[in-house]
């Protein structure tokens, strides 16, 4: 069965970068078949997607945090990375990672729980 | 800030039926296929809906989704206590490079 667990601290400083890593179990982040994802939702507010990566590397960045995000696959550990830098107040959210499916029909079909981070001094 | 935009929410009392519209644009909705997206406080948003009007296994046939133009809608019938939830479309724009965007989001509220 699929499961994805995000990791990492959950305070950060404004200014500096935030790292998230997501550990993928049941499936392989080398399966071509999907695209692996960051989806972040601030308190109380809706659901933005930061991007995606596939397992080359390619991502598809929200043109909204392109020039500050960097998502990488880690086929090793079968992993995905979250970079954010220049973090601000305005970044404090639960940061979901989800698998997406390619194709015609993109959609995300499995998601972790989410870890909240917050971005304070 | 949301390219796809729903109300904040609806309402009805229990064994009635909700619709619940997601309004965008010829860039995501009119090219692309729409899915639904239902989440309880505290937890993770659950697929409910992909490719227009497929529900996933396990998912009620309550809930059903349809697609017109540049606009989606998901219904639930035979509302119960349960379905309170917030409910959240989403599709691919494919402005500038592409990128998957969510609606704005409505909470269904059980009076």
């Known amino acids: 069965q699929l499961q994805l667990q995000e990791s990492g601290p959950g305070l950060v400083k404004p200014s500096e970068t935030l790292s998230l890593t997501c550990t993928v179990s049941?499936?392989?982040?080398?399966?071509?078949?999907?695209?692996w994802g960051w989806i972040r939702q601030p308190p109380g507010k809706g659901l933005e997607c930061i991007g995606s990566?596939?397992?080359?590397?390619?991502?598809y960045y929200n043109p909204s945090l392109k020039s500050r995000v960097t998502m990488s696959v880690d086929t090793s550990k079968n992993q995905i990375s979250l970079e954010l830098k220049s973090v601000t107040a305005a970044d404090t959210a639960v940061y979901f990672c989800?698998?997406?499916?390619?194709?015609?029909?993109?959609?995300?079909?499995?998601w972790g729980r989410g870890t909240l981070v917050t971005v304070s001094s | 800030q949301s390219v796809l935009t729903q109300a904040p929410s609806v309402s009805a009392a229990p064994g009635q039926k909700v619709t619940i519209s997601c309004s965008g644009s010829?860039?995501?909705?009119?090219?692309?296929?729409v899915s639904w997206y239902q989440q309880f406080p505290g937890t993770a948003p659950k697929l409910l809906i992909s490719?227009?009007?497929k529900r996933p296994s396990g998912i009620p046939d309550r809930f059903s989704g349809s697609k017109s133009g540049t606009s989606a809608t998901l219904g639930i019938t035979g509302l119960q206590t349960g379905d309170e939830a917030d409910y959240y479309c989403?599709?691919?724009?494919?402005?500038?490079?592409?990128?998957?965007?969510f609606g704005t989001g409505t909470k269904v509220i059980v009076l």
């Open positions: 989800a698998r997406r499916t390619g194709g015609a029909a993109p959609k995300f079909d499995h």
């Open positions: 049941g499936d392989s982040v080398n399966n071509d078949n999907y695209y």
């Open positions: 990566v596939d397992l080359t590397g390619y991502t």
């Open positions: 010829s860039f995501n909705i009119g090219n692309n296929y």
């Open positions: 490719e227009n009007n």
């Open positions: 989403g599709t691919w724009d494919s402005r500038l490079s592409g990128n998957y965007v």
